[in-house]
């Protein structure tokens, strides 16, 4: 069990679809799982223990997920917007890693001991390369797929640990494999440290859904990606949705006709956006997807027909409904 069964399923079903939008540049399920096999044999050849990504949304975060569970080894998704000490501090704790980051960043931590550092570019271009792909991967359900650092209530950073199986268990039991039609695209802008964004990866690929990359979040941005790429789902945290809904109040039109659904999650809604934003979206399914780190992701959902019925209600018990984080999934336990 690993989550590049997922990827491999993907590429033998749809391989020509487009996998990943990034700007101008993307991959396709073929091609990303090509690209993985290359970077696996790298990161095995190279002993390395961990592959950590200290980037913004970018193409190299799914491919270094794939990649990693490849070559057998814990991908890491740090934290970018942490303090320079706080970024060494964890990176301490991966070493020896191979560390994939901004050009920026690159530069500025070439030469440290037990990292080993690549610039995205770097990354992507050897991905794309002509090598050859790392044998076959591990399939041992304990392995570590990755390690994600959360803000622990000392203050103190603490490893939420995501073995395969966890992952894979999770789409396998949410995701109807290539489910999305051919043309549906989700806009993503959730930080690849978050295990939302971890989610993102592994559900579209298995659904075959094309992931429509935000590397940095405004509402004006979001409105134009969502509109030039005419994307049919989207997740955001309530703090995005509230500028979305701020900046379409204040327009001329607000309609999105593409988005279907609109799942949203990493905090608490205020009852007064969502009500607001289900006004301008109408026709849009809303669905508020809760979960933990720990979890690998969602535990409890409050539906599209639950945000409708509380809507409609003059109760205002009911009505809350529209805050609250809805009913555990099938097979959760929640006491």
């Given amino acids: 069990?690993?989550?590049?069964?997922?990827?491999?399923?993907?590429?033998?079903?749809?391989g020509e679809r487009t996998a990943f939008v990034n700007g101008d540049d993307s991959f396709t399920y073929q091609s990303l799982?090509?690209?993985?096999?290359?970077?696996?044999?790298?990161?095995r050849a190279s002993g390395t223990?961990?592959?950590?990504?200290?980037?913004?949304?970018?193409?190299?975060?799914?491919?270094?997920?794939?990649?990693?569970?490849?070559?057998?080894?814990?991908?890491?998704?740090?934290?970018?917007?942490?303090?320079?000490?706080?970024?060494?501090?964890?990176?301490?704790?991966?070493?020896?890693?191979?560390?994939?980051?901004?050009p920026e960043r690159a530069a500025a931590y070439a030469g440290r001991e037990g990292l080993s550092?690549?610039?995205?570019?770097?990354?992507?271009?050897?991905?794309?390369?002509?090598?050859?792909?790392?044998?076959?991967?591990?399939?041992?359900?304990?392995?570590?797929?990755?390690?994600?650092f959360t803000s622990g209530t000392t203050g103190v950073p603490k490893a939420a640990i995501l073995r395969q199986k966890h992952l894979v268990s999770y789409i396998l039991s949410s995701v109807e494999f290539c489910s999305a039609d051919e043309d549906d695209g989700?806009?993503?802008?959730?930080?690849?440290?978050?295990?939302?964004?971890?989610?993102?990866?592994?559900?579209?690929?298995?659904?075959?859904?094309?992931?429509v990359q935000l590397p940095n979040f405004t509402a004006e941005v979001w409105l134009e990606q969502a509109r030039r790429y005419h994307v049919s789902n989207a997740f955001v945290v309530p703090t995005m949705l509230a500028r979305i809904v701020e900046a379409l109040e204040g327009a001329e039109s607000a309609r999105l006709p593409d988005l279907r659904a609109l799942s949203y999650g990493g905090g608490k809604m205020p009852l007064s956006v969502i009500e607001r934003a289900m006004t301008l979206f109408p026709d849009t399914d809303f669905t508020n997807a809760y979960g933990l780190t720990e979890t690998s992701s969602?535990?409890?959902?409050?539906?599209?027909?639950?945000?409708?019925?509380?809507?409609?209600?003059d109760d205002p018990a009911v009505r809350r409904r529209l805050v609250s984080v809805g009913r555990g999934l099938p097979g959760v336990e929640i006491q």
């Avoid at 069990?1 to 749809?14: D, H, P, R, V």
């Avoid at 799982?33 to 990161?43: C, E, H, N, P, S």
């Fill in 49 to 102: 223990r961990h592959l950590a990504m200290l980037d913004e949304n970018s193409l190299a975060c799914p491919l270094g997920l794939y990649a990693s569970s490849w070559a057998g080894i814990p991908y890491v998704p740090i934290n970018y917007r942490l303090t320079a000490a706080e970024i060494d501090a964890l990176l301490e704790r991966v070493k020896p890693c191979v560390l994939v980051t901004s």
């Fill in 298 to 313: 969602t535990i409890a959902v409050l539906g599209p027909q639950d945000h409708r019925d509380a809507v409609a209600s």
């Fill in 33 to 43: 799982f090509d690209a993985a096999g290359r970077v696996a044999a790298t990161l």
């Fill in 117 to 148: 550092v690549k610039s995205r570019d770097e990354f992507l271009a050897e991905a794309r390369g002509d090598g050859a792909p790392a044998a076959e991967w591990s399939m041992d359900a304990e392995d570590v797929g990755v390690l994600l």
């Fill in 186 to 211: 989700i806009l993503v802008c959730v930080p690849p440290y978050h295990v939302a964004g971890i989610a993102s990866v592994l559900s579209s690929t298995y659904s075959g859904r094309r992931v």
């Fill in 1 to 14: 069990m690993n989550t590049m069964m997922l990827l491999e399923m993907a590429a033998q079903g749809f």
